[in-house]
T-cell receptor, first 111, second 111 residues
């Protein structure tokens, strides 16, 4: 089974901190994605990557950046955390255009 | 109008009931249709997918697509308490350029 592992299940950070969320997949998938999930808003795509060192903006990239230095690892960076970035963050990978496998999520609280 | 609409629920049914979960969409270019199940504090997992119109059955689950009405359904027969989760529909065009999730329906199956 494909495993997508997110480094932290719960995080609490202060406003203005730089925050790193890490995601690793073990099945050599080309595509990796970062979503945030909020009640009533569903899943919203932040950034995605089709290859190493490649990144594309999703629907809500403001306040975020990403890094993909190795195929298996995709990092989400909150440059200066704000309270409106309190959310559940989900990483996913896929071999093609769909059929995503998700990690268990990181619940981030910014205080 | 949102691109994909889904009743958020919660939907509560007794064990053994037939459950019908639905999504409507507006983009006629969507060709791939998926259902994900998300247990509490976990990431979504792919349940079923269909291509274009028609039905697909997998055990107690049946996915149905009516492209003429832009309407998709997931039926769960003989529902079990272990089916209690949030169900998200997702859809994509042929090129994966537009991959969208519905907001999810929370289902509770009561013993």
């Amino acid at each position: 089974d494909v495993k997508v592992t997110q480094s932290s299940r719960y995080l609490v950070k202060r406003t203005g901190e730089k925050v790193f969320l890490e995601c690793v997949q073990d099945m050599d998938h080309e595509n990796m994605f970062w979503y945030r999930q909020d009640p009533g808003l569903g899943l919203r795509l932040i950034y995605f990557s089709y290859d190493v060192k490649m990144k594309e903006k999703g629907d809500i990239p403001e306040g975020y950046s990403v890094s993909r230095e190795k195929k298996e690892r995709f990092s989400l960076i909150l440059e200066s955390a704000s309270t409106n970035q309190t959310s559940m963050y989900l990483c996913a990978s896929s071999p093609g255009l769909w059929g995503y496998t998700f990690g268990s999520g990181t619940r981030l609280t910014v205080v | 109008q949102k691109e994909v609409e889904q009743d958020p629920g919660p939907l509560s049914v007794p064990e053994g009931a037939i459950v019908s979960l639905n999504c409507t969409y507006s983009n006629s270019a969507f060709q791939y249709f998926m259902w994900y199940r998300q247990y509490s504090r976990k990431g979504p997992e792919l349940l079923m997918y269909t291509y274009s119109s028609g039905n697909k059955e997998d055990g107690r689950f049946t996915a149905q697509v009516d492209k003429s009405s832009k309407y998709i359904s997931l039926f769960i027969r003989d529902s079990q308490p272990s089916d209690s989760a949030t169900y998200l529909c997702a859809m994509s065009d042929n090129y994966g350029q537009n991959f969208v999730f519905g907001p999810g329906t929370r289902l509770s199956v009561l013993p």
